[in-house]
């Protein structure tokens, strides 16, 4: 059976996890590339609410619409390839060798969808090897208008030794209020690389949001993820999954301020393929409202003398919202040392009345403290770290309604 | 018009009455100390004061510069000038200290912020979480580090002396000094004592047992006395007058 035959037997599979979504009912508009002038109003908005600016964007797709940028041939002079993936796949015989390659458009009918109808938008970069590029590559996708499906086909390759550091914001303006976004991500850290995915998500109520990840980390690799997601949602369904090869590391951090009546089921799995590779999963979850959100994080180890650590946190900060922490452990191979911890609570009233007792009101204080417990240690550089921050105090003001 | 006034307070934690028709009276720049026993009230005492929920004012009032603060929320009563070092304050994992004292300097202004991190020797632990994993000293120096920065009015310290090194209760004396020297009251709370030592003037000691202000005195008699016999004896010796 051909993969697109494959792709068409799955074209209604549910996923495993998250509400099913009847995709008939949303529109899908013709796909298309062009050299990015003046960027519209609708989208600056989007992408300034995840503190993403129009000047330094490498790739920007609003909608099915994938727009070239300055700043992606300014990435040239490190021998960084930007490239909208629909280009590389006819220019780049090696962006074509590295589509779906990790990933199955059989595994569900989102997936399917993209492969099928998805017209290949999306980002391909490639870093040659060696290269440490000295500034982060951002990327925006935005949904402007209302009913439709945005597919984009991500493939990053980051050749041996080389270093690279991605932020993209996925985002709508304020007002649009109903879609889907299907996002496919296949990213490759080849031997001795490393790679830092700063995912930032600011949706609407009546989005549905399925990205599809996975990532291969070759003998002596790094990856980072770390995903801050802060508006309200219809659904939001992640599992990203990394293979991880001898002497890999791997750090996964998920940050979600749940709110409304959106469910949120994010995931993160790390396969511990090769010898002395190790992997952390670490999520904080802060529920309001009448959402609904659960937090996977699944660490498999394959060989012996690898190490995995997964730490769940929660806060609930309304009695109608519901956290549900599935930390899943498997070792096959002994020798293996994998451990996870979790916890949900509400926000510490002796620590509230503290803070308050210095002159910060409840609220305030439920900010700082909300703040403060969505800190984790990611090993991001300075200037990410420094974006994350911006964004994390949005989030906190927002988590506290 | 004092600065602080408790007018027959009493104070109840969980439903229990902790302090008894307690009356008190600070005026601006004065340093009162009060000592007593475990378990006799103290930090009940500077948290009623404070306004923290879990002790309840259950009887009587608190007057601040002559306004009743008796039922104001504790942040308000912070912003009027009143601020407590607190004993034992809560480890409060991934808010850093830095970030803490940042929120504060724009809430209250602060002119000399660094100077002050530096002279409470602060600053190398700026960026960790607040009071996770801090030694005695460091806690305390934070504290009063914090109070600092509130620019109090009326500064209540709760046993800065317990469990530091000679190093920090050096700092500490002099912060107090300090506070008292530019019009701030303070009310200090010691259990040991250690640290009246290091004052150059103390306004006046109070002995608190068993929820109840048992003996108001100078230092120079209170003291001497306490040290030698301890609180229930010492009690019954200047009681006698002796």
New interface residues.
């Given amino acids: 059976m051909s993969t697109r035959e494959r792709a068409l037997s799955a074209i209604n599979k549910p996923a495993p996890y998250g509400p099913d979504i009847d995709l008939s009912k949303y529109r899908i508009d013709e796909p298309g590339v062009e050299e990015a002038g003046e960027l519209d109003s609708t989208v600056l908005n989007a992408a300034s609410r995840v503190g993403l600016e129009s000047t330094g964007l490498a790739y920007v797709q609003s909608n099915e619409r994938a727009l070239y940028t300055a700043i992606a041939k300014a990435l040239e002079k490190y021998s960084v390839l930007v490239l909208p993936t629909r280009e590389a796949l006819t220019r780049k015989p090696h962006a074509r060798s590295l589509a779906w390659r990790l990933l199955d458009p059989a595994s569900d009918k989102y997936t399917a969808h993209a492969y099928l109808y998805g017209g290949e938008l999306g980002y391909f970069i490639y870093v040659p090897p060696g290269v440490k590029v000295p500034i982060p590559i951002y990327t925006c996708l935005a949904i402007t208008t209302n009913n439709t499906i945005q597919f984009t086909h991500n493939i990053v390759y980051v050749d041996e030794g080389a270093e690279a550091h991605l932020v993209t914001g996925c985002a709508i303006p304020h007002g649009v209020k109903d879609g889907v976004h299907i996002g496919i991500s296949e990213f490759y850290v080849s031997r001795s690389a490393r790679l830092t995915f700063t995912m930032l998500h600011a949706w609407a109520e009546g989005l549905h949001v399925r990205p599809r990840t996975v990532v291969s980390v070759e003998e002596g690799g790094e990856y980072v993820s770390y995903y801050v997601t802060y508006s309200p949602v219809a659904s939001i369904q992640t599992y990203p999954v990394a293979y991880l090869g001898r002497n890999t590391r791997a750090y996964l951090a998920s940050i979600i301020a749940s709110s409304g009546r959106g469910v949120y089921d994010i995931g993160s799995k790390a396969v511990l393929e090769g010898p002395g590779s190790s992997a952390e999963s670490v999520s904080r979850v802060v529920a309001r409202d009448e959402s609904l959100v659960y937090t996977r994080a699944e660490l498999e180890a394959l060989e012996s003398d690898t190490r995995g650590h997964i730490e769940c946190l929660g806060l609930l900060i309304s009695p109608s919202a519901s956290i549900s922490s599935i930390p899943v452990i498997t070792s096959r191979k002994q020798g293996a040392v994998l451990s996870h911890e979790a916890a949900i609570g509400l926000i ?4 509230l ?10 609220e ?2 439920k900010a ?2 909300v ?5 984790v240690d990611a090993p991001l550089p300075t200037s990410i770290r420094k974006q994350v921050d911006y964004i994390l105090d949005l989030v906190a003001k927002h988590a506290v309604g | 018009m004092p600065l602080l006034e408790l007018l027959g307070l009493s104070v109840c934690v969980d439903n229990k009455r902790i302090i008894e028709d307690t009356s008190l009276s600070l005026n601006s720049g004065e340093v009162h100390v009060v000592m007593g026993p475990n378990g006799s009230g103290k930090s009940t005492l500077l948290s009623a004061i ?5 002790a309840r004012v259950c009887g009587g009032s608190i007057l601040f510069n002559g306004v009743d603060i008796t039922n104001m ?3 308000e009563r ?2 009027l000038g009143i ?2 070092a ?1 004993q034992n ?2 480890e ?5 200290l830095r ?2 004292a940042n ?2 300097a724009k ?2 202004g602060c002119s000399d912020c660094t100077l002050l991190a530096k002279t409470l020797l602060v600053e190398s632990f700026m960026n960790r ?2 009071f996770v994993g801090f030694s005695g000293g460091e806690r305390k120096r934070t504290e009063l580090f ?1 109070v600092m920065l ?1 620019d109090p009015k009326l500064a209540m310290l709760d046993e800065p002396d317990s469990g530091v090194d000679v190093e920090s209760i050096e700092v500490i004396a002099r912060v107090i000094e300090s506070l008292r020297s530019r019009g701030t009251g303070v009310i200090l709370v010691t259990h040991t004592g250690t640290i009246t030592e290091k004052l150059s003037r103390i306004d006046k000691v109070h002995i608190l047992i068993d929820g109840r202000i048992a003996y108001t005195g100078s230092p120079d008699v209170v003291l001497p006395v306490v040290f030698k016999f301890g609180f229930r004896k010492g009690l019954e010796v200047l009681s006698r007058g002796v």
């Fill in positions: 510490a009233e002796r620590e009345d503290y803070l308050m007792s210095r002159g910060f009101t409840e305030e204080a700082v403290l703040r403060g417990f969505m800190n | 404070m306004g923290l929920r879990n929320p504790s942040y912070a912003k601020a407590l607190h304050p809560p409060i994992k991934g808010v850093r970030d803490v929120a504060m809430k209250y979480s607040l914090l509130q």
